[in-house]
């Protein structure tokens, strides 16, 4: 395996056509964070055919335009691809399920080789992690912080294998797919700052390896579901600023969802149900017979029980010896204490 690693050489370049010129048995391109203009490459599985055995492609942080082009789903043994933090635009081409080794283990290369030196910079789980030799065993799609448009492709629920998702800061719209319980293998899927609409669907819940989400700044509405994996994200940032959404962990109720025995002019005030009054007041009618009757037993008790009496009166007697000369214990060593500092 070989790979080409330029990140952050303040590489300044319109059009690049020197990457057609990349050696055809390269593996891995890594030119994130230089400046780097133009397009990405429109014909890159044409005349760029040494390309197609590509599984590692990272463009991010850089100053390229245009669209993705339509040619790159013809890498199919790409497994890790960011345009990230670039000015890339137009919608998201309809073909990224012919990114083959997402969709089918027999196309990832088996007993790849370790790459020794090889670190990348990854943004997966709100966090920037650098990836080394794990990056070969890596699926993740990075096209956040670009002005793309139109809605997620449903050809996105066919990448099985995909770890890590990331199209946040974008002009997403339409609605999440339905079907993205399908997405078996996700841990981290980011679709914040967008222009999200609909409602959450049911088998986002299902995601059993899903560790990080975030859909916040969207126009999300409905319920929050609450069930299986979802229930341990109780985190408010997850859906922040999608005024519709209603349910936990967002502390706005859904219609339907109030507490029984409250009515709904009642459920998002302080003030408590006629129920609630009820056992309040008996509670505290109670507290003084209770205290009578308790007091009176044990009157009675010592008065017909000479040996329980006795025995009573003798301990409080040692109880009130003890206390008063601890008492006077501690008088006399705090009269000790100011006479010794005068």
């Not at 008492?327 to 204490?337: G, S």
Request: charge should be negative; proline fraction near 5%; hydrophobic fraction near 35%.
């Amino acid at each position: 395996m070989t790979f080409l690693a330029m990140s952050n050489a303040s590489i300044s370049d319109d059009n690049p056509n020197w990457l057609y010129d990349i050696s055809s048995n390269m593996d891995i391109l890594d030119i994130s964070s230089n400046m780097l203009r133009g397009e990405v490459p429109q014909d890159i599985g044409d005349k760029m055919p040494q390309f197609i055995n590509f599984e590692t492609f990272c463009l991010e942080e850089n100053h390229f335009v245009g669209g993705i082009p339509p040619q790159l789903c013809r890498l199919s043994y790409l497994h890790f691809l960011s345009l990230a933090q670039n000015e890339v635009s137009k919608p998201i081409p309809n073909c990224f399920d012919g990114f083959l080794s997402m969709v089918d283990n027999a196309r990832h290369h088996e007993n790849l080789p370790v790459v020794i030196g090889l670190n990348v910079l990854v943004d997966t789980k709100g966090t920037s992690q650098i990836y080394g030799n794990a990056l070969s065993y890596f699926f993740s799609i990075d096209l956040s912080a670009n002005m793309l448009d139109g809605q997620i492709p449903e050809e996105f629920i066919r990448l099985v294998k995909l770890q890590n998702l990331n199209l946040s800061q974008n002009n997403l719209s339409g609605h999440i797919p339905s079907n993205i319980s399908d997405l078996k293998n996700l841990e981290s899927l980011d679709l914040s700052r967008n222009k999200l609409s609909s409602t959450i669907p049911l088998g986002t819940s299902n995601i059993d390896f899903l560790s990080y989400l975030n859909l916040s700044f969207n126009r999300l509405s409905g319920s929050i579901p609450s069930s299986n994996h979802l229930c341990t994200m109780d985190n408010e940032s997850i859906y922040h600023d999608n005024d519709g959404l209603r349910g936990a962990p967002l502390s706005k109720i859904c219609p339907g969802d109030e507490p029984s025995g409250t009515d709904g002019d009642n459920s998002s005030g302080d003030k408590p149900s006629e129920g609630n009054l009820d056992i309040h007041n008996w509670f505290y009618a109670g507290l003084g017979p209770g205290f009578t009757v308790g007091f009176l037993g044990f009157c009675s008790i010592l008065h017909f029980k000479q040996s329980w009496r006795v025995s009573y009166f003798r301990a409080m007697d040692k109880a009130m010896e003890i206390f008063s000369m601890t008492m006077m214990i501690a008088k006399l060593w705090l009269k000790r204490t100011f006479v010794q500092r005068e």
